[in-house]
């Protein structure tokens, strides 16, 4: 089935403040080369017969990159971002501006969210599932002001590794009902719910997690993910999907992958 995303070009990405355990200020980042592998990315999305929007990237917003923290839409309907951290605020009314364009209807958020990074859909999972993160960016107030902006059922997962900071670095859904994700991110209840919810799931190891194998774009057939995460793809070959390898590392630097560079829009 043919997807539609939205993706941001890293021409200003930098690592010039640091948000999360990957950032690290010190360490140089390419630009440029950052900027070739998030166009090997699109290109491989395209190639796929996937539709492609591009956002303008804005000059001192380095992580806008991170398109699929912008926003999180479902049904045409687009429940907005608001960001933790002031260094990001700004980047929600640059998607919102896109949604306009679009004439869908946006939602403001009142509470503190970050789009995609923590919220996933699964359109065949009881009907229409939203899966919602929250422990270190998303707040919890926001899983119940999407469930009445959506009006698709919201299940709270609790993340505990600040590692893996959004949901989108621990877990994947890899077609309309079944999920990828690791274990050990999640708090132990919240493990005992994604058991009873995926008893199909693929489930990652620390290593997978670590080299952002969960970070990834699945049409339900292929799945896009980190070149890095070998060990994963292999287990996702022989579950009935296709890898489809990408390198980004350089987009690791501030903390994300594939799917941080993906915001999937859902008419
Ligand atoms: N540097 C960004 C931040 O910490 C990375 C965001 C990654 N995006 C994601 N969807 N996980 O906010």
């Known amino acids: ?24 200020t010190t360490a140089p980042v390419d630009t440029e ?24 990237p804005e000059i001192g917003l380095p992580d806008m990159v991170y398109a699929a923290n912008g926003a999180f839409s479902v049904d045409g309907v687009v429940y907005g971002a608001k960001f933790k951290y002031p260094q990001r605020t700004a980047e929600a009314a640059a998607h ?29 999972a009881l009907g229409g599932l939203v899966l ?3 422990g270190f960016r998303t707040e919890v107030s926001a899983h119940a002001e999407a469930q009445e902006t959506l009006g698709r059922p919201v299940v709270s997962l609790r993340l505990v590794d600040p590692r893996f900071y959004h949901l989108d670095v621990a877990l994947a859904p890899l077609d309309d ?22 008893p199909d799931a693929v ?23 980190s070149s890095e995460a070998t060990a994963l793809a292999a287990r996702l070959r022989t579950a009935g999907y296709v890898p489809v ?10 903390g994300g992958s594939v799917k941080c560079c993906v915001a999937e829009l859902r008419a």
């Open 1 to 24: 089935m043919t997807r539609s995303y939205l993706m941001s070009p890293p021409e200003h990405f930098v690592v010039e403040y640091a948000i999360n355990p990957w950032m690290d």
């Open 33 to 56: 080369l950052a900027v070739k592998q998030w166009e090997g990315l699109r290109e491989t999305l395209a190639r796929l017969g996937h539709e492609v929007h591009v956002l303008t």
């Open 96 to 124: 919102r501006r896109f949604y306009d364009t679009l004439g869908w209807r946006y939602v403001a958020a009142s509470e503190t969210n970050e789009g995609e990074g923590d919220f996933a859909y699964l359109p065949a």
């Open 132 to 134: 919602a993160g929250h």
């Open 177 to 198: 009902a079944n999920v990828a994700y690791y274990p050990e991110a999640f708090s132990e209840s919240s493990r005992q719910v994604l058991a009873q919810l995926f």
């Open 203 to 225: 489930l990652a190891t620390e290593e997978d997690a670590l080299a952002f194998g969960l970070n990834l774009v699945s049409d339900g057939r292929n799945v896009v993910l």
């Open 245 to 254: 390898p990408v390198e980004l590392t350089e987009l690791k630097k501030g």
